[in-house]
């Protein structure tokens, strides 16, 4: 097992059922490099047990729109036609989670649980209500990070200059390629169902009105954008990756955030086909150290989609210029519209609504004024996560969240010069935007 029993920890003891081992998948949406599916896969080799896979669909999901669903819905598609190969059944249920765990559970008599970890509240509140309500041995799996979250740091870490030696000093004990899912030799108390994809589209209940965009997703196509990143891209990386006139980042967000690729897996290719040289680096700090400090600040801490969830610090300095005169003041609505006076913003938010991203660096200009442009700190944090989450295709995330907080709050940053509206929150303009883009 190497390293799987530090990616897997045991959320309650229990009594093993009768039935199959269970893998309840949810964050991690793919077969190759899954730990969660790999630790499922040897629980059952080890206890004589057959394998299923259960992937719950809910329409109540936070933000559930037609840009996600469908983006995730065709990842899906493949996950099953995978699973299959390996004699593995994939069972889709539409409902509510976890009620639909627990409902399946409780049919089949599985005898173990695995699922996959998740810092964010909802799945905390499911992951409780499941622990009330079964009474079966439940492990949970890091498959997100490449150090698992609970072992980098047990706190909230102040910065990436205080994650980054905890998470060096480990990685190379993680760092490694996970064996692959072999094909179970199992006689299937029931086969996976035929899944009518598109008509559960159809079906659902969410925001239809957010059109999907042109990406195809999955595994596969994740691991297309990729070698197109490391053949055409990363060269240049260091230098372009800020850049917002240029495409010079990996474009990997979307797949990363549905789980259709390992984070472990990219670094791999990375470091296996490119020079170590300053391109390779600074695409790995952003891939790990950063991602991991985000996951760290969900974690650790309740309050990080909020106000609240600033540093002392900075809630201090703003709540001191909340009463600072805005030259500009928006709705929510006039943002959402893009209906500010500055072009770039406007340019920046229509594109988000359009296509469902936007230029990482333009993200940070986009985030501070939104705060300049706000009443409160408060309201600008709402309206931030509001919009990231409803547009954003890889938002509903430990990043989108961190990434928000850092722009308002100036969470995972130090305090600045004195600045009005700001206070000590660090400061951006759009001469910034334009000295990166000369580069």
């Not at 988000?352 to 705060?371: D, E, F, P, Q």
Request: hydrophobic share 35%.
């Amino acid at each position: 097992m190497g390293t799987m029993n530090n990616r897997s920890r045991l959320l309650q003891q229990g009594i093993p059922g009768t039935g199959n081992i269970l893998y309840w998948m949810s964050r991690e949406q793919r077969v190759a490099s899954n730990p969660a599916l790999f630790f499922a896969s040897y629980m059952a080799k080890e206890y004589g047990k057959q394998l299923e896979v259960l992937f719950v669909i809910d329409d109540n999901y936070p933000n559930a729109n037609l840009r996600s669903f469908s983006f995730m819905i065709e990842g899906l598609q493949e996950v099953k036609l995978l699973l299959e190969s390996l004699n593995i059944p994939f069972h889709i249920r539409i409902g509510t989670i976890p009620n639909e765990v627990i409902s399946h559970i409780n049919l089949h008599q599985n005898s173990i649980i695995v699922t996959d970890f998740n810092p964010l509240r909802h799945d905390v509140s499911w992951k409780k209500e499941l622990l009330h309500s079964v009474s079966i041995p439940i492990y949970e799996v890091d498959g997100r990070n490449i150090v698992p979250c609970w072992i980098s740091s047990d706190k909230q870490e102040y910065s990436a200059r205080t994650i980054r030696p905890k998470i060096t000093r480990l990685l190379y004990d993680y760092l490694h390629p996970l064996p692959a899912v072999e094909s179970l030799k199992q006689e299937q108390t029931f086969a996976s169902e035929s899944v009518d994809w598109e008509g559960i589209l159809d079906s659902l209940n969410i925001d239809k009105s957010i059109t999907p965009i042109n990406k195809t997703a999955g595994g596969k196509a994740a691991q297309k954008v990729l070698n197109q990143f490391i053949e055409e891209r990363i060269r240049n990386y260091a230098i372009e990756r800020n850049n917002t006139k240029t495409n010079g980042c990996s474009e990997l967000s979307p797949y990363l955030h549905f789980g259709q690729i390992s984070a472990l897996e990219v670094a791999l290719k990375v470091i296996k086909e490119c020079p170590d040289d300053d391109n390779r680096k600074a695409f790995l700090e952003q891939l790990i150290i950063r991602r991991e400090l985000a996951e760290n600040f969900c974690y650790y801490n309740p309050n990080y989609d909020s106000f609240e969830g600033f540093p002392s610090w900075a809630k201090k300095s703003l709540l001191e210029h909340q009463s600072d005169i805005r030259e500009y003041l928006y709705s929510r609505a006039e943002f959402e519209q893009a209906q500010t006076h500055d072009s770039l913003w406007n340019e920046a938010q229509s594109t988000l609504v359009k296509s469902g991203t936007m230029h990482n660096y333009l993200r940070m200009y986009w985030g501070k004024k939104i705060l300049e442009w706000s009443a409160t700190a408060e309201e600008a944090m709402q309206t931030a996560v509001y919009l990231n989450d409803k547009y954003q295709l890889d938002g509903r995330d430990p990043n989108g969240y961190t990434g928000c907080a850092w722009c308002i709050g100036g969470l995972h940053d130090r305090p600045w010069f004195n600045h009005s509206i700001f206070g000590n929150v660090r400061y951006m303009g759009s001469k910034k935007i334009s000295s990166q883009n000369r580069k």
